[in-house]
């Protein structure tokens, strides 16, 4: 159990935004937690949009096992190779979504600052009021790279966050 | 038409900055886009490929999921 847990920095958006990134991350705490409240502009339809998440500006050697669970069945797999790490499973968009309706993720991020290879949990829900297809995302995340971590990049699968997401970082600290 | 703005947060100085994507950034950002998608979709459909072939092997030995679960435990 955590003996603090702190709030780094965080706010909810006053209007859209492409990305969101948290820079110069200090490297006092042990480990990070990420909450996001979230929903992107992507139209077409589709409520199962995903968003990414980018360390340090890295841009390889993540991979990721992933259970989705949708209101008629589950999947499980994994990502190899990627970009960054895609939490999904639970991201709405404006037209395919329930309106004014936000996913909710956490990412617990362990010694970030530490020297070893990266990993992260994932734990999203989509809010979206809907009878048949309520969505959850769950994921173990590596970054195979040994760098301590000082930004997170935070891209939508659509063109941007809508106004109404919000983005807190917080720091753990176990002593 | 403006393109979209990206937000950084410095968490050490609390500074806000609120930053117009370029032409270049807006293209890249696509291209990342396109690349995870692609990568995301093929690693889909290989375990999609995988759980089938799993149940037609299956089906030929005439085992449930759960009979080859213990087998195989």
Same mark, same amino acid.
């Given at each position: 159990?955590?003996?603090?847990?702190?709030?780094? +920095?965080?706010?909810?958006?006053? /209007?859209?935004?492409?990305?969101?990134?948290?820079t110069?991350?200090?490297?006092t705490?042990?480990?990070?937690?990420?909450?996001?409240?979230?929903?992107? =502009?992507t139209?077409?339809?589709?409520?199962?949009?995903?968003?990414?998440?980018?360390?340090? #500006?890295?841009? /390889?050697n993540y991979?990721? !096992?992933?259970?989705?669970?949708?209101?008629?069945?589950?999947?499980?797999g994994?990502?190899?190779a990627?970009?960054?790490w895609?939490?999904?499973?639970?991201?709405?968009?404006?037209?395919?979504?329930?309106?004014?309706? %936000? #996913?909710n993720?956490?990412?617990?991020?362990?010694?970030? $600052? @530490?020297?070893?290879n +990266?990993?992260a /949990?994932?734990?999203?829900?989509?809010?979206?009021?809907?009878?048949? #297809?309520n969505?959850?995302?769950v994921? $173990?995340?590596?970054?195979?790279?040994? $760098?301590?971590?000082? /930004?997170?990049? &935070?891209?939508?699968?659509?063109?941007?966050?809508?106004? @109404?997401?919000? %983005?807190?970082l917080?720091?753990?600290?176990?002593? | 038409?403006? =393109?979209? !703005?990206?937000?950084?947060?410095?968490?050490?100085?609390g500074?806000?900055?609120? &930053?117009?994507?370029?032409?270049?950034?807006?293209?890249?950002r696509?291209a990342? $886009?396109?690349?995870?998608e692609?990568?995301?979709?093929?690693?889909? +459909?290989?375990?999609?490929d +995988?759980?089938?072939?799993?149940?037609?092997i299956?089906?030929?030995?005439?085992l449930?999921?759960?009979?080859?679960?213990?087998?195989?435990?």
């Amino acid at each position: 159990m955590p003996s603090t847990y702190t709030l780094i +920095k965080g706010e909810t958006l006053a /209007s859209s935004a492409a990305s969101y990134t948290f820079t110069a991350i200090p490297s006092t705490f042990t480990d990070l937690v990420v909450r996001i409240s979230g929903r992107d =502009n992507t139209g077409g339809g589709s409520i199962n949009n995903y968003a990414a998440l980018r360390i340090n #500006s890295i841009t /390889s050697n993540y991979s990721e !096992t992933y259970l989705y669970g949708s209101g008629t069945s589950p999947s499980t797999g994994r990502f190899n190779a990627m970009s960054d790490w895609l939490f999904g499973g639970g991201w709405l968009s404006s037209a395919g979504g329930t309106s004014n309706t %936000f #996913s909710n993720t956490e990412i617990y991020i362990p010694n970030y $600052a @530490g020297s070893t290879n +990266k990993v992260a /949990s994932n734990f999203t829900v989509q809010e979206n009021n809907t009878s048949g #297809s309520n969505q959850v995302g769950v994921e $173990a995340l590596l970054l195979g790279n040994t $760098a301590a971590i000082t /930004s997170l990049l &935070i891209t939508p699968s659509g063109a941007s966050f809508v106004t @109404g997401s919000s %983005f807190y970082l917080y720091g753990i600290k176990n002593s | 038409m403006a =393109n979209p !703005t990206r937000i950084e947060v410095n968490c050490t100085t609390g500074e806000v900055l609120e &930053i117009e994507l370029t032409d270049e950034e807006v293209a890249q950002r696509d291209a990342d $886009a396109a690349v995870s998608e692609t990568q995301r979709k093929a690693d889909e +459909k290989a375990a999609a490929d +995988k759980a089938v072939a799993r149940t037609a092997i299956l089906d030929r030995l005439g085992l449930t999921a759960d009979e080859a679960a213990i087998l195989l435990g």
